[in-house]
């Protein structure tokens, strides 16, 4: 179930594009999730927080590395844009 708030470093039309994201950031060490939004697309997220706060430290924190996605930002569950289980 999809709920709290997540780091979006990327969203695919194409799931083998969400899924070779996934498999990049595992090596990094994070714990990924997709999400599938209801307009088709897949969102990656580096996982859940229970946080706003949580979820902008771990956003700064990507940014501020040089292999950071060009557009990262903080979705919330509340938004209710992703599929239901």
Do not use: C
Request: glycine letters at 8%.
């Amino acid at each position: 179930e999809i709920g709290g708030y997540h780091v979006i470093i990327g969203s695919f039309k194409e799931y083998r594009n969400a899924e070779q994201l996934v498999e990049f950031v595992k090596k990094q060490g994070y714990s990924p999730v997709q999400i599938p939004l209801k307009n088709g697309y897949m969102m990656v997220s580096l996982g859940q927080m229970e946080t706003f706060k949580e979820a902008v430290l771990l956003m700064k924190k990507i940014e501020s590395n040089e292999e950071s996605p060009y557009d990262v930002w903080v979705y919330s569950a509340r938004q209710k844009l992703h599929k239901e289980n």
